[in-house]
């Protein structure tokens, strides 16, 4: 079967802001109220985040290949940095002088500390070692993740280009460490291990980013899209049982349990790339459909800063012990005007500079 390119296009799709719109709803959920609200799992938003991420820089890394003959790994790190760094820097300002006005002397250091993790984006390692226990910008561990991610695998990448090494064999290579990352918190949960440790360690979690990067790589082989053409009405079923499933597992599955970390968050990864196939694949589906809300893309588009402030937000709130409600109606109000000041006289100015580097 012969694949046109238009037919299975890797440039910009709503469906994959709609996606983040949808992940960032469940993690919203989740923090206004994490040990008994109605989303106990909301946190699994995270790790649609964590896949779609690590597909969507594997993809665009192989589109350069693939029309520069390289990587111009310079461009790539200066793109990385104008579209994290200003949002960031900016929430955590904020953040910090709010505290030193109007908090005591104690909490406002300690506010400040965790702001530098945060900045550093070592905020996972120090969460998962206990050295600074989870507070009013412990969302960031999952950046921290990220960012890690972001500095680690482009420099593999390289490697395995000095080396000359065929791309089947770093598609096999990445596939293969995600097999290893996911055997690795497995054993450490049978292990005893504490669940902080297992939640928050990029070796723990690298599995969801390398899934993504492997599917990120798979597309670009003729073989591999073929199939996927013939698999088509599976993958339409797929999804929307993939639906079905992850619903379950937001509703069920609190972030203490050993389920999630044996084999749920496998799970959900696999659900995830099975969502991003179906976006990816032409013709209409439930799936599409359900991606298709204009609020939840335009959600998705601002969904870095809404998560970067949300969770300040709803700390406070819950450190006055506001209500879940009082939480989610004006916790998200007022996370979603910061947001759209942030993206629209920060971020998206910053954004036009990060296009000159592509």
Not at 29 to 35: E, R
Not at 80 to 91: D, F, H, I, Q, T
Not at 152 to 171: F, V
Not at 243 to 256: A, D, N, V
Request: hydrophobic share 50%; charged share 15%.
């Amino acid at each position: 079967m012969q694949i046109e390119r238009e037919q299975f296009s890797l440039g910009y799709s709503p469906e994959f802001d709609a996606l983040r719109g949808y992940a960032i709803l469940l993690v919203t959920a989740f923090h206004a109220a994490p040990k008994d609200g109605w989303l106990i799992g909301g946190y699994l938003g995270v790790d649609l985040f964590f896949v779609l991420s690590g597909f969507l820089i594997t993809a665009l890394l192989f589109k350069e290949i693939q029309t520069n003959g390289r990587i111009n790994y310079k461009k790539f790190y200066i793109r990385r940095a104008l579209r994290l760094a200003p949002a960031l820097s900016l929430m955590l300002f904020v953040f910090v002088l709010l505290s030193v006005l109007f908090l005591e002397r104690a909490q406002f250091v300690k506010n400040i500390e965790g702001s530098i993790y945060a900045f550093f984006y070592i905020a996972n390692w120090t969460r998962a070692f206990g050295m600074w226990q989870p507070d009013w910008v412990g969302h960031t561990w999952s950046l921290a993740i990220e960012e890690q991610f972001y500095i680690a695998w482009p420099l593999i990448i390289l490697a395995c280009s000095k080396l000359r090494l065929p791309a089947e064999k770093l598609l096999a290579l990445c596939f293969g460490l995600a097999l290893t990352a996911c055997a690795w918190r497995a054993y450490l949960t049978l292990q005893d291990a504490h669940w902080m440790r297992v939640y928050n360690g990029l070796d723990t979690r690298a599995d969801s980013l390398l899934l993504g990067a492997t599917l990120g790589m798979g597309v670009y082989y003729p073989h591999f899209r073929t199939m996927l053409y013939v698999l088509r009405p599976a993958i339409t079923v797929a999804a929307s049982l993939g639906i079905i499933l992850l619903g379950i597992f937001t509703y069920k599955i609190p972030y203490e349990s050993k389920q999630l970390y044996l084999y749920v968050f496998t799970l959900v990864e696999i659900i995830t790339c099975i969502f991003i196939l179906d976006v990816l694949l032409p013709g209409r589906t439930p799936l599409k459909l359900f991606l298709r809300l204009k609020p939840v893309i335009w959600l998705g588009t601002v969904s870095y800063g809404f998560y970067l402030w949300h969770y300040p937000i709803f700390r406070v709130m819950r450190h006055f012990e506001c209500s879940v409600g009082q939480i989610l109606v004006w916790g998200t109000a007022m996370a979603l005007v910061a947001t759209t000041l942030s993206y629209y006289l920060l971020e998206k100015p910053i954004l036009r500079l990060k296009d000159k580097f592509h």
